[in-house]
């Protein structure tokens, strides 16, 4: 029996609700803007349409349509027939908090050894917004490389006002095995940070999995492999990291509480223990064999590639080293390819911060395409696919009634000349133009 005072409290709480939900007709200051398009790639089409009208009230795309007119009152954007438009990109992997790991400027560890919090976060601050500025209106954001919580507060801030940036998807810290992460290698005697937050045992791994989300993890990371080299027979190995036991407390605890879990495998136990433990994308994939693409088909996981990143600073031809780099960027090819004539369901990711920011995140579409991948489905590996991956289909990475604001456009054809990606003349997000 529902008590008197209870139904009160309900029928309140709705009543509060429907009035917090609905500010009734849209508000009269909201802003119009009519993009008159001469060619779109809106992100879910074949084929480019032309001469299109995008009306966008707001925040949100009001209407697209061939021929259609502006709204009265609406600032009109033109783009003639020498421009593209699209959808803003998504970059399914970065790290904000890394800025390159050239081994002049002190690679990886002096970013967690010398560099003051406040130092990274400035650099983070920057990293976003040059993302932004490239036409990347969105971020999943895979770790914050011993920046602990840093990218939540970069999240907020932009959501805030206070910064410029994309969307971002942040999984905060990521997970690894003792063993199974950075830094390495000194005094063992010696306390030193974790550029990933370590644990062992189911038990460890689940605790983890609940704290990261408590404190904003939108994803989880986790590392299923750590170091690789190549063995005796000049197979590439890598390290596994997590038991089943353990990526399946992680996938089982992030999973109830509806959040996604990306694994960071490359092949091999590593790459099999993170298919059967239920991961929903494989970063990196640079060796799936046969058995891995069936099951990746058969469970619906994604694939990030991130291609371009392992093209940099490869150590000389024959140290182990070398030949390590060089047997990553060799299988990792084949792999893409198998994995993209099988049907994976492939985004684009390009592991930026991996690679300094000073240089274009746009340049891994021309590894995508150079490996067979159609121009198009390239662009929509880092539109429509990609906002399916982070499950904002409709809402982000389309050009449609409904969608979010994020628009770019860029010089000529893309699909003519995909490199043309990487300088965008023209970029808004939720409704406001950032670049122009
Ligand atoms: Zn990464």
């Given at each position: 029996?529902?008590?008197p005072?209870?139904?009160f409290?309900?029928?309140?709480l709705?009543?509060?609700?429907?009035?917090?939900?609905?500010?009734?007709?849209?508000?009269?200051?909201?802003?119009i803007?009519?993009?008159?398009?001469?060619?779109?790639?809106?992100g879910?089409?074949a084929?480019?349409?032309?001469?299109?009208?995008v009306?966008?009230?707001?925040?949100?795309?009001q209407?697209?349509?061939?021929?259609?007119?502006?709204?009265?009152?609406?600032e009109?954007?033109?783009f003639?027939?020498?421009?593209?438009?699209?959808?803003?990109?998504?970059d399914?992997?970065?790290?904000?908090?890394?800025?390159?790991?050239d081994?002049?400027?002190?690679?990886?560890?002096?970013q967690l050894?010398k560099?003051?919090s406040?130092?990274?976060a400035?650099?983070?601050?920057?990293?976003?917004?040059?993302?932004?500025?490239?036409?990347?209106?969105?971020?999943r954001d895979?770790e914050?490389?011993g920046?602990?919580?840093?990218?939540?507060?970069?999240?907020e801030?932009?959501?805030a006002?206070y910064?410029?940036?994309?969307?971002?998807?942040?999984v905060?810290r990521?997970?690894s095995?003792?063993?199974?992460?950075?830094?390495?290698?000194?005094?063992?005697?010696?306390a030193?940070p974790?550029?990933a937050?370590l644990g062992?045992?189911?038990?460890?791994?689940r605790k983890?999995?609940?704290?990261?989300?408590?404190n904003?993890?939108d994803?989880i990371?986790?590392?299923?492999?750590?170091?690789?080299?190549?063995?005796?027979?000049?197979r590439?190995?890598?390290?596994?990291?997590?038991?089943l036991d353990?990526?399946?407390?992680?996938?089982?605890?992030?999973?109830?509480?509806q959040?996604?879990?990306?694994?960071?495998?490359y092949?091999?136990?590593?790459?099999?223990?993170a298919?059967?433990?239920?991961?929903?994308?494989?970063?990196?994939?640079?060796?799936?064999?046969?058995a891995?693409?069936?099951?990746?088909?058969k469970?619906?996981?994604?694939?990030?590639?991130?291609?371009?990143?392992?093209y940099?600073?490869?150590?000389p031809?024959e140290?182990?080293?070398?030949?390590?780099?060089?047997a990553?960027?060799?299988a990792?090819?084949?792999?893409f390819?198998?994995?993209?004539?099988?049907?994976?369901?492939?985004?684009?990711?390009?592991?930026?911060?991996?690679?300094?920011?000073?240089?274009?995140?746009?340049?891994e579409f021309d590894?995508?395409?150079k490996?067979?991948?159609?121009?198009?489905?390239?662009?929509?590996?880092?539109t429509?696919?990609?906002?399916?991956?982070?499950?904002?289909?409709?809402?982000?990475g389309?050009?449609?009634p409904?969608a979010?604001?994020?628009?770019?456009?860029?010089?000529g054809?893309p699909?003519?000349?995909?490199?043309?990606?990487?300088?965008p003349?023209?970029?808004?997000?939720?409704?406001?133009?950032?670049k122009k």
């Open positions: 029996m529902i008590r005072a209870l139904v409290a309900i029928v309140a709705s009543l509060l609700t429907a009035f917090a939900q609905s500010p009734a007709a849209a508000p009269a200051q909201e802003k803007i009519a993009i008159h398009a001469a060619n779109l790639i809106d879910t089409s084929q480019p349409r032309h001469n299109v009208t009306v966008i009230r707001g925040n949100k795309i209407s697209v349509s061939e021929g259609g007119a502006a709204p009265a009152g609406a009109v954007i033109e003639g027939a020498n421009t593209t438009v699209l959808p803003g990109m998504i399914a992997h970065t790290h904000i908090f890394l800025q390159g790991e081994p002049a400027e002190g690679g990886y560890d002096v050894l560099h003051p406040s130092y990274r400035a650099r983070a601050v920057a990293a976003v917004q040059r993302a932004l500025e490239q036409g990347f209106t969105t971020l895979v914050s490389e920046a602990g919580y840093g990218d939540v507060g970069i999240k801030a932009i959501n006002g910064i410029p940036g994309p969307r971002l998807f942040v905060t990521a997970i095995v003792t063993g199974g992460y950075p830094l390495e290698g000194y005094n063992p005697d010696i030193l974790k550029g937050q062992d045992g189911p038990v460890e791994m983890i999995a609940r704290e990261q989300i408590e904003g993890a994803w990371k986790v590392y299923m492999t750590h170091r690789s080299w190549v063995d005796k027979e000049g590439l190995v890598s390290q596994p990291t997590l038991t353990e990526i399946k407390a992680v996938t089982d605890e992030a999973h109830g509480q959040h996604k879990v990306a694994c960071h495998a092949s091999g136990i590593g790459l099999r223990r298919l059967d433990g239920g991961c929903d994308s494989i970063e990196h994939g640079l060796d799936l064999d046969d891995a693409v069936t099951q990746m088909l469970q619906g996981t994604w694939l990030v590639p991130t291609i371009a990143v392992y940099y600073g490869n150590a031809a140290t182990p080293e070398g030949k390590r780099d060089r990553r960027i060799a990792h090819e084949v792999s390819k198998k994995a993209m004539k099988a049907g994976v369901k492939i985004a684009f990711g390009t592991d930026v911060g991996g690679f300094t920011w000073a240089d274009p995140i746009a340049q590894y995508m395409v490996f067979g991948m159609s121009p198009m489905d390239a662009i929509k590996a880092a429509s696919r990609a906002a399916e991956l982070l499950d904002m289909k409709g809402e982000l389309v050009i449609a409904g979010y604001a994020d628009v770019v456009a860029v010089a054809d699909l003519g000349n995909i490199g043309s990606l990487k300088t003349s023209f970029v808004m997000k939720d409704g406001k133009v950032f």
